[in-house]
């Protein structure tokens, strides 16, 4: 009898499982986004707003394009080591290999950040502290994080208003500088500062 019961038991499950395996998901329907919200992308777009022309053709999430700070040159690597990704008049800082603490000859940058924040005392700021590739994708988030958050409190020291700022990690996930070597890995241990 229990023969019996374990077999049928396991009929039904084999059969429930094939069922579920074949009918799958259900698909749902892509709906393009209206013509309300962004006025149309281009003159050719039906009814709905849609245009695939106008997507980008190629390009990458990290343009500088995207993040409306486009300036002529921004993609060379003299820009990059410049600028990082931070915003118009604010320049990032950089950090020793395994190490979140603020080095000496990166207090002038700070300072100088500070100055321009001063200057518009209501724009809200973005630490982004990044990590390079060495090390795991937790360790590198906490350092970056960690990184992001030093730039912080110095910033709080100079007088920013720390309701003002906020941290973000990205730690490994965001290369500036792509390379498994000792310069791009210098490059991508950085703080970035936006200002919104």
């Known amino acids: 009898m229990k023969k019996y019961i374990c077999r ?17 998901c259900s ?3 892509v709906i393009p986004p209206d013509s309300v919200a962004g006025g149309g992308a281009g003159g050719a777009s039906g009814a709905s707003g849609y245009d695939e022309n106008a997507i ?5 999430l990290d343009d500088a394009a995207s993040n409306g700070l486009s300036t002529p040159g921004s ?8 600028h990082g990704r931070c915003s118009e008049n604010l320049f990032p800082i950089y950090f020793d290999f395994d190490q979140f603490g603020v080095r000496s000859d990166m207090t002038e940058v700070l300072v100088k950040n500070g100055e321009q924040m001063q200057q518009s005392p209501t724009a809200a700021i973005i630490i982004e502290g990044n990590s390079d590739e060495r090390g795991t994708n937790e ?3 906490a350092l970056g994080e960690r990184r992001a958050q030093a730039a ?4 709080i ?26 310069d791009a890995y210098s490059q991508n241990r950085r703080d970035d500062f936006i200002m919104k």
Not at 75 to 82: A, F, H, Q
Not at 152 to 155: A, N, R, T, V
């Open 152 to 155: 912080k409190q110095y910033l």
């Open 139 to 141: 360790y590198n988030l």
């Open 27 to 29: 698909k749902k329907a």
């Open 157 to 182: 020291d100079l007088g920013i208003d720390a309701a003002r700022i906020q941290t973000i990690s990205y730690g490994e996930e965001r290369p500036l500088f792509p390379g498994q070597d000792e």
């Open 75 to 82: 993609e060379s690597d003299e820009y990059k080591r410049l």
């Open 8 to 24: 049928t038991a396991m009929l039904i499950t084999i059969v429930g499982s094939c069922a579920l395996l074949a009918t799958g």
């Open 56 to 60: 980008p053709a190629e390009g990458t």
